[in-house]
């Protein structure tokens, strides 16, 4: 099959890459304003360049990749819904809930399947808890707590433009706590400070922050979140049920150091950087998408789907603004 890609930044090329070493994919189409980064992916994977998104979509791409800045989600998505081509778009949807739910209003019923790209439901680990939730192997849960730790900040240019920790980095968090339980959130208790970086307090934001979600069974979820870990990239999960505990991110690149005497536990080499960590999750999700493109399968994540994440992350932010809790049915439209 023929996959456009549109934004070729750091995470467009690195999908570029992936796209070009998947045996069900024959050839590439690209678009950024970038000439240089045009260039090298011709260069590097014989992709064909085109100048714009719409010459991309006439340049009869099975498939297209967004990867452009959120600013250009909803235009780009729905241009490739109107013209019958399924879509695969990186995390959010739009920059805010009410442009997002436009969206799904257009995608609604247009028999064209959006993907959104949440890559942890594709991680081995994660999916290995979703199962064991499913199956009742753990009884009832009680308690589940999500980390996302980045081993530095954003540069200020991204920060700025970020929308905050809890949409840009938190959103991750709250998909998959949906996506593993099979729960919705109902309520959200967020706080958040800053330890360093300067330029994220400035722009209005927090370093590190942490909320309460109360699940619509009445599980407990504790989210952490921080822009500083120099350790290394740390994403764990953790599922306390009735019967059983169990973690994702339990292994030897964990980058935490243990100080209890003769414990040599993790003892490989920690994680740095979050493509490093999912680079399997990665190929699984386009894996995913080319098989959304066949027609063998269903969107994986759903504008619905990614909308509710986004909503979570909304309450969140409203709740660190205010000191409160917050309801989800408080940011619905």
Do not use: Q
């Amino acid at each position: 099959m023929r996959i456009g890609i549109m934004g070729l930044g750091r995470i467009g090329s690195f999908h570029a890459e992936t796209l070009a070493g998947l045996d069900g994919v024959d050839s590439l189409v690209v678009t950024d304003p970038g000439a240089a980064a045009v260039a090298t992916a011709t260069e590097r994977f014989g992709a064909t360049a085109t100048d714009s998104p719409e010459a991309l979509l006439a340049a009869g791409v099975d498939g297209v990749v967004i990867a452009a800045a959120t600013d250009a989600h909803p235009s780009l998505i729905l241009a490739a819904v109107r013209a019958g081509i399924p879509v695969f778009c990186e995390k959010p949807v739009a920059r805010g809930v009410e442009e997002s739910l436009e969206v799904l209003r257009a995608v609604e019923g247009s028999g064209v399947e959006v993907h959104i790209g949440y890559n942890r439901r594709f991680d081995a680990g994660f999916a290995a808890a979703r199962r064991a939730v499913l199956s009742g192997e753990l009884g009832d849960l009680h308690t589940v707590r999500s980390t996302t730790l980045d081993p530095a900040p954003p540069p200020p240019a991204y920060v700025a433009v970020s929308g905050g920790i809890f949409r840009d980095c938190g959103v991750h968090d709250f998909d998959i706590v949906r996506w593993v339980t099979g729960r919705e959130v109902v309520e959200v208790y967020a706080t958040g400070g800053n330890r360093g970086a300067e330029y994220i307090r400035e722009a209005g934001d927090v370093d590190t922050a942490s909320a309460l979600l109360t699940l619509d069974d009445g599980t407990i979820a504790v989210i952490s979140d921080s822009r500083h870990n120099a350790r290394g990239h740390d994403v764990r999960l953790e599922l306390h049920g009735m019967k059983d505990s169990i973690a994702v991110g339990l292994e030897d690149r964990l980058p935490l150091r243990s100080v209890e005497p003769g414990t040599a536990f993790p003892a490989g080499t920690p994680h740095t950087f979050f493509m490093d960590r999912f680079a399997d999750a990665y190929r699984a999700e386009l894996t995913a998408f080319t098989e959304v493109v066949a027609g063998t399968r269903t969107s994986p994540c759903t504008v619905a789907d990614a909308i509710e994440a986004s909503l979570t992350a909304e309450a969140c932010t409203l709740s660190l603004r205010e000191h409160r809790p917050v309801r989800l049915d408080e940011v619905r439209k």
